[in-house]
């Protein structure tokens, strides 16, 4: 049997694929990335999607969708989820995706994890790719899991850098901030300062982290959009610049001009540095108006 891959979304290397990949080729079967001249050549076709505004008007209707940017309920079958991961489809990887757990114990109502994977539960480790120059730990709340501590012996055990996707600041402890830095990290640790409600517990968190890693390897995310002022989300933005971490705004709509602009100013580093907010969004406005913005 003949296997396609649609790849709608080429910046993502998409485990799914490679479990799919898997799955088929120990069957006997080949695996190949589809195209529209070849699409009759197939005998079954795979459509994977993590983004909801990834366009999917060109996928053919007679292919088998799925993946959060689908439907946030949709599923691999268990067979195929609890197999390895074939790297081997993207040649051009070289790194390995790890998840020590899935799930997580909160439920922010704009996040699709706990609908998605439910309450977090350890899972085994599965393989690294054979290229690897770093493992992106890709748990969603790595410290809530009950075995972060072997999680941590594994990663310290493998050697390679680290790029950790989630880190909880609210309910970071001392001693999970001392192992952190004992890790080679790859990027920056990323967390994240949602909603302003939860400042005490944010800069406590921070305070505890610093003592062990320095401000400028961490990097926070900025929920904007959701329920928070045009006057909070900047307090929070500020505050984290004032303590010399690294914020990163995420806005819920990229299509509102506030949340696109406040984005842009404060994700692109160059303008962060030498603007302030103020004169940045005069700026977009003076151009929205002259008819030579983002809404013309
Ligand atoms: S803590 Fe993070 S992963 Fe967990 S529900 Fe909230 S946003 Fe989602």
Not at 2 to 10: A, C
């Amino acid at each position: 049997m003949k296997v396609g891959l649609i790849d709608i979304e080429p910046k993502i290397f998409n485990t799914a694929y490679m479990q799919i990949a898997t799955y088929y080729k120990r069957q006997g079967d080949i695996v190949e990335w589809w195209s529209p001249i070849t699409h009759r050549q197939f005998d079954v076709v795979f459509c994977s999607s993590l983004f909801d505004y990834t366009d999917k008007s060109d996928v053919p209707r007679d292919v088998i969708c799925g993946g959060t940017g689908f439907d946030v309920h949709s599923r691999l079958s268990r067979a195929i989820e609890n197999c390895n991961l074939d790297y081997s489809i993207y040649p051009e990887c070289r790194k390995s995706f790890l998840w020590f757990s899935r799930g997580c114990p909160r439920k922010c109502p704009w996040c699709v994890v706990p609908e998605k994977e439910g309450p977090i539960h350890p899972v085994p480790v599965k393989n690294l790719n054979p290229l690897t120059e770093y493992v992106v730990v890709c748990d969603n709340n790595f410290f809530a899991n009950p075995e972060w501590a072997e999680a941590i012996n594994c990663l310290r055990s493998l050697k390679f850098p680290c790029d950790f996707q989630g880190i909880d600041i609210r309910i970071i402890k001392e001693i999970q901030a001392y192992r952190l830095s004992q890790l080679r990290h790859f990027k920056r640790i990323k967390f994240a300062w949602d909603v302003t409600g939860d400042e005490q517990k944010v800069l406590a968190g921070i305070k505890c982290l610093v003592k062990y890693i320095k401000p400028y390897q961490l990097m926070c995310y900025v929920l904007i959009g959701y329920a928070s002022t045009k006057e909070e989300d900047l307090y929070r933005v500020e505050t984290l610049r004032n303590l010399g971490i690294d914020p990163f705004v995420m806005p819920i709509d990229r299509k509102d001009l506030y949340q696109r602009s406040l984005a842009r100013y404060v994700n692109n580093k160059k303008i962060f540095k030498t603007a302030t907010w103020s004169n940045y969004r005069q700026r977009v406005l003076k151009q929205e108006e002259a008819g030579c913005g983002w809404k013309s």
